[in-house]
Every structure is written in structure tokens, then in C-alpha cells.
């Protein structure tokens, strides 16, 4: 079986497990605990689509909760003041068509940021992305139509397990596949030296340009469904902080390993809430969880600066539980 096949095989399991885990989640675990399961879905999403963009291409974003405050007003505004709430497979359909509208309004955005400031680098980058983020929270915030800095409220709880995970199966698929093709050697090229790249006729900004697109099109559909299970989205929930917590993700999971941020989203996202219910000693560890988040942040990233699963090969780990010896290098004489 060729690998172009075997990853549309990963992804029809992908979705079959989701589907079938979906049941037991949905039945046995009450609301508390299913909405810490979608945060964990979102914020996956979230960090992968960032990782496209810091990881893989090397770049310093800092306004990656911009694009998902688009997608996320996007979508809420589409359903709650133009198609109105449905049920049954309309529901389903009309759920489709706003989250890729949430996500392709955040892709416009990312090109238009995307191309006067590709050519910045390191933190020249990451002032400007900063600023657009911020400037993104400001304008919502006085948008009226969009209920200013109330934000907009009552919108339906259409985003389910199903969607949240199915749509980061979509994104893994994409960006497994993504990373083999000739896009993917541009972002690693671009990543591991610009200028050498450049002298043998890459265009870096081309491929700058194309991570930012597709990681803010992601990032746009987390923000539609994470509009549509709070059913209610604020500025203030799109601030500087959250750009930095997800860009936190994909450090402490490795810079350009997949599986490696979303390990680090599914930590960083429980581990604050699985503090509240400890206690030593009679000390209550919810009083000072977020203390000890931060201290378990630099802990390991002294004695694991690369990250989570920043050396992992998801291919090779594959092929050692098959029994098949590494694949010799090839070279050339």
C-alpha cells in the first residue's frame, strides 16, 4: 500500500474511532467534564494550526488568537443573526458552511497580513503579528452590530465531539500530508536557513505565506467551534494571553512536531483544571495550581528544551512495533 493511501486509511480509522468513542463520552461524562474534552479539542486544533506556522516554517506568531476571534465571530454572527437556529441534518449542513466561512474569512485576514509581513523576520515578525491581534480585539470590541465589548450571546450549541475531533483528524491529515509534498520541503527549508533556500531559487515568502493562510483558516474554524459550544464569545476572550498560551503549546510539544503539540494542548489545557481537586497534606492545590503550571513549564523546559516529543518520528515508532528495520539512508556518488 503506497503512503498516499495509507494516510486516507489513518483517517477513515481516525473517524471511525471518533464516532465510536463518541457514545461512551457523551453518555458518561457530565457537562463539567465534557466541555474540559472539547477545550482539549479546540486547543489542539489550535496548536497545530499554529505549529504550521512557528514549527514548521520557523516564524514568530504572536496574533494566532486574532484569527480564531474572526472564525469565531464569523460563524456566531452567520448563525445568530442571519440563518437563525435549525435541527436535524439542516442543522448539520448550516454548521459546515459557518465554520468554513469562520475559517476562510480568518485565511482572507492571514493573506492580508500575511504578505507585507512575511518579510520581517524573528521578532520584527512577531511585533507586527502581536499588533495585529490586538488591533483585531479592539475593533470587535466596538463593533456595536457585534455587541461591542459584550460580544455577541445566545448563539446555539451545535460544536459536539464529533466535530471538534473529526475536524482535528482533518487538520492532522492535512498537515501530515502537507509536510510530504513539495510545500512541506519549502517550510522546512525555509525553516532551517532563509537565505540558502533563497540562493537556490525557493521563494520563502511564497511558502511564508501559504502556512500562515492555512494555519489561520484553522484557527478561524477552532474560533467557530469554540463560539458554538460557550454560546457566547467576548473580545476579551481573544486577547494577548490566549496568543501566548498557544504558542506555549507548541513550544513545550516540540517546534514542528505534530503529535508533540498536541500532546502539550491536551496537558496544558487539563492540567489547570485537575489541580482544583487536589490536596496534600491539607493543602489545597487550587489555590495554587496556576503557581504550580507555571512551575512545571520551566521545569521542563530545562531539562527538556525540545519539548515534549520534539525527537519523536511518528513513522519510525510505526515501523519498530511492525518489526521493520530503519530504512538505510540513501547516497549519492
Keep these: 500500500m503506497s503512503r498516499k493511501h495509507r494516510s486516507y486509511l489513518y483517517l477513515l480509522i481516525g473517524f471511525a474511532a471518533i464516532i465510536g468513542l463518541s457514545f461512551p463520552f457523551e453518555a458518561g461524562l457530565n457537562s463539567y467534564d465534557m466541555r474540559i474534552v472539547i477545550n ?5 486544533i489550535l496548536a497545530a494550526s499554529l505549529n504550521l506556522i512557528n514549527g514548521f516554517t520557523g516564524q514568530f506568531s504572536l496574533g494566532h488568537a486574532g484569527f480564531m476571534a474572526i472564525g469565531a465571530y464569523t460563524a456566531s454572527a452567520l448563525t445568530t443573526m442571519v440563518f437563525g437556529t435549525t435541527e436535524g441534518t439542516t442543522q448539520e ?19 492580508l497580513i500575511g504578505i507585507p509581513s512575511l518579510r520581517l523576520k ?22 456595536e452590530p457585534l455587541g461591542g465589548s459584550l460580544g ?7 460544536t459536539t465531539f464529533i466535530w471538534t ?38 521563494n520563502t515568502t511564497k511558502y511564508k505565506v501559504t502556512a500562515f493562510v492555512v494555519g489561520a483558516f484553522f484557527a478561524g474554524i477552532a474560533g467557530g467551534l469554540y463560539g458554538h459550544y460557550n454560546s457566547l ?9 490566549k496568543s501566548v498560551e498557544i504558542v506555549v503549546m507548541v513550544i513545550l510539544g516540540g517546534m514542528g512536531s505534530t503529535w508533540g503539540v498536541l500532546l502539550a494542548a491536551a496537558l496544558l489545557t487539563y ?7 487536589v490536596e496534600l497534606f491539607g493543602i489545597k ?28 518520528n511518528a513513522e519510525e515508532f510505526i515501523r519498530k512495533i511492525r518489526g521493520k528495520p530503519k530504512k538505510p539512508a540513501t547516497t549519492e556518488t
Design 233 to 241: 464569545i467576548r473580545p476579551l476572550d481573544f486577547g494577548f494571553l
Design 285 to 312: 492545590f487550587r489555590d495554587f495550581r496556576m503557581t504550580i503550571y507555571a512551575l512545571s513549564l520551566i521545569l521542563l523546559m530545562i531539562f527538556r528544551p525540545q519539548g515534549l516529543l520534539g525527537d519523536f
Design 152 to 158: 455577541i450571546s445566545g448563539i446555539p450549541r451545535y
Design 122 to 143: 524573528g521578532d520584527y515578525l512577531a511585533i507586527v503579528t502581536l499588533g495585529f491581534g490586538e488591533i483585531i480585539r479592539v475593533v470587535l470590541q466596538n463593533i
Design 165 to 202: 475531533f473529526g475536524i482535528l483528524a482533518v487538520l492532522i491529515f492535512v498537515t501530515e500530508n502537507l509536510m510530504r509534498s513539495t510545500y512541506g520541503r519549502g517550510f522546512l527549508a525555509t525553516r532551517d536557513d532563509e537565505i540558502a533556500a533563497e540562493s537556490v531559487g525557493v
Design 40 to 44: 482539549v479539542g479546540i486547543s489542539m
Design 93 to 111: 449542513l448550516l454548521f459546515l458552511v459557518v465554520l468554513i466561512a469562520g475559517g476562510v474569512s480568518a485565511a482572507i485576514a492571514g493573506l
Design 271 to 277: 492540567l489547570p483544571e485537575a489541580l482544583r481537586e
